[in-house]
């Protein structure tokens, strides 16, 4: 197939975005992939902020770095990703290129502890807030699952409704394939 599947068009987005010395944002940690990824591409000069609310996810994920030899380029956080624009220090707002939210459950994991609509649009918000144009947010949407068929819907409306001078918004989706699979949001903030 040559169309991008779902995981590797966010990759191939992020490629777009981030270069060597810039932050980077890992909204859900879970077993590590994106943040090891953004570690990859952010180098030595650059840092990730990587999230996740389960400890299973943030041990899970410090193994995947240490393996890597990353885990210095990478500060873990076992807290919301609502706190994201909390923790990067205002020095460091303008090289932020780029968040992910690869959103629902750890897989192999509690499938009860899911992301929800609310702390999702409050970190894309913030996020928006203090990155620079050109900074890219992707959200990776897992809609199989009744919580992400709320999900889904409350982040469309509300990515729907930003402000076009604000914010690009694209949808990239598979339209005919079975069993809901994921796709992707990707908010690119204008000036
Ligand atoms: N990107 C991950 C990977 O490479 O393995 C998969 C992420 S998994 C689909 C979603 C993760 O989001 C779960 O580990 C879950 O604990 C986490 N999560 C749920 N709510 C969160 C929140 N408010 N802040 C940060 N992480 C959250």
């Known amino acids: 197939m040559n169309l991008y599947r779902i995981l590797p068009f966010a990759r191939h987005l992020i490629d777009l975005v981030v270069q060597e010395g810039d932050i980077a944002v890992d909204a859900t940690a879970g077993n590590g992939h994106?943040?090891?990824y953004l570690a990859e591409?952010?180098?030595?000069?650059?840092?990730?902020y990587s999230f996740?609310?389960?400890?299973?996810?943030?041990?899970?994920?410090?193994?995947?770095?240490?393996?890597?030899?990353?885990?210095t380029h990478v500060t873990l956080l076992q807290q919301s990703h609502c706190k994201a624009a909390d923790v990067i220090p205002k020095s460091e707002h303008l090289k932020l290129k780029a968040a992910i939210f690869n959103l629902g459950y750890l897989p192999g994991g509690d499938k009860t502890i899911t992301t929800s609509p609310q702390t999702t649009i409050?970190?894309?918000k913030n996020l928006l807030s203090i990155m620079p144009d050109g900074g890219l947010i992707i959200l990776v949407i897992y809609h199989g699952h009744a919580e992400g068929q709320i999900e889904r819907d409350e982040l469309l409306s509300f990515t729907e409704?930003?402000?076009q001078q604000e914010a690009h918004v694209l949808r990239y989706q598979f339209t005919n394939q079975t069993n809901n699979p994921?796709?992707?949001?990707?908010?690119?903030k204008r000036g």
């Not at 994921?182 to 690119?188: M, N, Y």
């Open 122 to 124: 409050t970190a894309v």
């Open 34 to 36: 994106d943040t090891l």
């Open 182 to 188: 994921p796709f992707i949001v990707a908010i690119e």
């Open 41 to 48: 591409r952010t180098g030595e000069s650059g840092r990730v």
């Open 161 to 163: 409704s930003l402000d």
């Open 52 to 71: 996740d609310i389960q400890p299973e996810a943030i041990q899970s994920t410090k193994e995947r770095l240490k393996k890597a030899g990353l885990e």
